[in-house]
């Protein structure tokens, strides 16, 4: 067989795999970017555009993920300018002229423009929203000096650590899950720029903390190392939501596209919705409903997480 097939076979696999993680690309318009790639890379946005046949939706979306920064060599911000000029349906004057030349003939001439570089903070914050994870820089390395001073440990360091020690460590909630079994005991998953930790929430402190467990994209826990040969968890005594300094990443006030696993129980709403969040029954639309207000009147049931 003969190499060089194989060889562009398995390019052709890795970039059907990279654009399936672009939010919002159809399958359809990927396979097309992908037929039309071939063995000729393209050699500008005008000309994947026109190769390709794809709507210029398409191609926003994948200046949005940063595609054309290996290839062409263009910034996502160069990117999205260069497509400004796109329309879906080509002039015909142009396309007669490019059949005519043999050649793409561009339908605007843009001024060569010099834009600001995005913050590397942006630049992360935007490949997360835009394809769910970073080659660049981990989100928490951009907060590491502050939570240093407030004396919180990374990850890698909280799984060295010894059996019984108290420390605080912080990062982005990947995954919370409350398995039957466990008998209401909740397992949360952390993530930082050195790797995992494994969290262990009691009962009690879950019904205490309930709203910061469920919402926050960011977590801060002080508790106490439990290891088991291998197996190291942190057993909670003290959960601080961190959500608005990891919002601070990127210079932006918008929530973090946090990258929530597929293990995510409550992201991916798998459980039962909590009754104690319902307005209780006979509330007319015009009447205000405040849940501290109305707890005596709410028959609050225990929920079972499956």
């Not at 796109?86 to 834009?115: C, I, K, N, W, Y």
């Not at 939570?147 to 420390?167: H, P, Q, S, Y």
């Not at 079994?181 to 790797?195: L, P, R, W």
Request: hydrophobic letters at 40%; proline letters at 7%.
């Amino acid at each position: 067989m003969d190499e060089r097939w194989l060889t562009r076979r398995e390019g052709e696999f890795a970039v059907r795999l990279g654009l399936r993680m672009v939010k919002g690309l159809s399958n359809p318009h990927a396979a097309a970017i992908v037929a039309a790639r071939g063995g000729a890379p393209f050699r500008s946005t005008d000309e994947l555009w026109h190769r390709a046949g794809v709507p210029a939706a398409a191609m926003v979306q994948l200046a949005e993920a940063d595609a054309f920064q290996p290839s062409l060599g263009l910034a996502r911000r160069e990117a999205l300018w260069a497509l400004k000029p796109l329309r879906d349906e080509p002039l015909p004057l142009f396309a007669a002229a490019s059949q005519q030349a043999e050649m793409l003939v561009p339908e605007v001439h843009e001024p060569g423009v010099t834009l600001r570089p995005m913050t590397a903070g942006g630049e992360v914050v935007k490949d997360y929203g835009h394809v769910g994870l970073t080659l660049r820089d981990h989100p928490l390395t951009f907060l590491r000096e502050d939570l240093k001073r407030r004396r919180i440990v990374t990850c890698a360091e909280a799984a060295a650590a010894r059996d019984g020690k108290w420390l605080e460590v912080a990062g982005i909630v990947l995954i919370r899950q409350r398995p039957g079994s466990a008998k209401g005991v909740m397992f949360i998953t952390i993530e930082d720029e050195t790797g995992i930790a494994n969290l262990v929430i009691w009962p009690s402190m879950f019904e205490q903390e309930r709203r910061t467990i469920l919402s926050a994209g960011m977590l801060a826990v002080k508790g106490r190392i439990q290891r088991e040969g291998e197996v190291v968890h942190l057993v909670a005594k003290r959960l601080t939501d961190m959500s608005p300094e990891l919002a601070g990443v990127g210079e932006r006030d918008t929530p973090f596209p946090v990258p929530h696993g597929r293990g995510d129980e409550f992201h991916n709403f798998s459980s039962a919705p909590d009754h104690r969040d319902a307005p209780p029954r006979g509330l007319r639309t015009r009447d205000i409903y405040i849940p501290d207000l109305h707890i005596d009147s709410i028959k609050v049931r225990p929920r079972n997480f499956r």
